[in-house]
């Protein structure tokens, strides 16, 4: 399986951005770590071997960010708007720099976005920002009641517009709403997870709002990398 390490400056994050690439063709997923996860955990946690099926076919190809949540929704030695603005600059990354580099890699238009637990919370999170780059993606054990855990009661137009459980539900704009329509949304959970109201609650939404999705709940707790190995491999293997 071909693997890259790649880093570069980031201008919109101002420092040096890390990111592993895995495989030589098929369709970009980007993936999130876990809540103070790096770049190179789906790889130490066993996934990249779970998809390597699918890469070495050429039908898959693995993008793995770096995360700033400890400068951001963990940072408490700073105010939360500061924290949402880090957040947002989090998002310009992504957007202006991770978003080009998967297009000029790969010469896809597109692209899917997966991750566990937290991780599973900027999938969809970036995912309904930009359903113009973004149209598949893949929770496994998503949070999604983000704001109101880490901002320590503070609330603005930026906490709404990074809640998808508040965001959702209120979308009317038909360019967003047109586009979420030809994309494609997975929540898989576990029916013994502490965070399976919240993903039942986002498989609501989308089904109120007309947006393709599914809502698989597996049997048990489920919030483990074992259970997250097999969620992979059933959703992007096979």
Known sequence: MLRHYIKWYSPSLDRDMELLAYGHAGFPIVVFPTSGGRFFEYEDRGMVNALAPKMDRGELQVICVDSVDQESWYNRSIAPADRLHRQNAFDAYLTFEVAPFVRDRTAWGQIGTTGCSFGGYHAINYALRHPDIVTYAVSMSGAFDVPRR?????????????????SLPNLEDQWFLERLRRSYYVLVVGNGDPLFDQNVKLAHAFGIKGVPHTLDVWEGFGHDWPWWQKMAHKYFVK
């Open 150 to 166: 880490f901002l320590d009661g503070y609330y603005n137009s930026d906490a709404y517009f990074h809640s998808p459980l508040d």
